[in-house]
């Protein structure tokens, strides 16, 4: 069921205004564990308005979201490469990437879909190249952190370890980290960082 706050975020200051205290918080663990300087290729997976484009500048940038508003508030902000399109339902066209980044959009996905992107993103991948997804993790007992993440827009927040047999189905990890996500050291939201390769690059030097 939609949730009656849902819609506003869907205006691009709106979602940008309520992201902005976290953005770089939730990148964190991307920033610090990957060497952003020789990253050449990106697919931005659910880029929103461009909140992450500004960490890839100087490389070819390709980012997609199904909201046009967004879209065209992207394109304005940051000129780089960004197209409307809707990932649960059409592929991506281009040429491979060695940076895939999917940030808070599988939990608002089920898993069927949530298969079927990830099955065609690690078509997409440079024979180097790694998948970077950053999502909700739903707690197991009651707390703060838990309910955010039942109040969330997303209708699909998972528990750990769902998030580990839905993202080991198709890549095999180099990373997988929980972190809090929160403001003035408080924790007001459980996260995970999966960084992997396609499973059938398994065994490659």
């Not at 950053?134 to 197991?140: H, K, R, S, Y």
Request: hydrophobic share 40%.
């Amino acid at each position: 069921m939609t949730k009656p706050w849902a819609p506003l975020f869907e205006i691009p200051w709106v979602y940008r205004a309520w992201q902005a205290p976290f953005h770089e918080r939730k990148l964190a663990p991307v920033l610090c564990q990957n060497d952003m300087t020789k990253v050449r290729r990106v697919l931005d997976v659910g880029c929103g308005p461009g909140t992450n484009a500004p960490h890839f500048r100087g490389t070819d940038y390709l980012g997609v979201d199904i909201n046009p508003s967004y879209v065209a508030q992207a394109r304005k902000r940051h000129g780089l490469r960004f197209e409307v399109a809707d990932v649960t339902r059409h592929q991506v066209q281009d040429e491979p990437f060695d940076f895939i980044l999917v940030n808070s959009l599988l939990h608002h996905v089920g898993d069927a879909e949530c298969d079927r992107i990830l099955a065609h993103l690690a078509t997409l991948l440079t024979p180097d190249g790694r998948i970077h997804v950053l999502d909700l993790v739903l707690p197991t007992r009651p707390s703060v952190s838990r309910l955010l993440a039942r109040m969330d827009r997303g209708e699909h927040p998972r528990l750990l370890e769902a998030w580990q047999t839905l993202l080991g189905r198709h890549f095999e990890a180099d990373v997988f980290e929980p972190y809090d996500l929160g403001l003035a050291g408080i924790p007001l939201w459980k996260m995970v960082y999966f960084r992997g390769r396609p499973r059938h690059e398994r065994g490659a030097s």
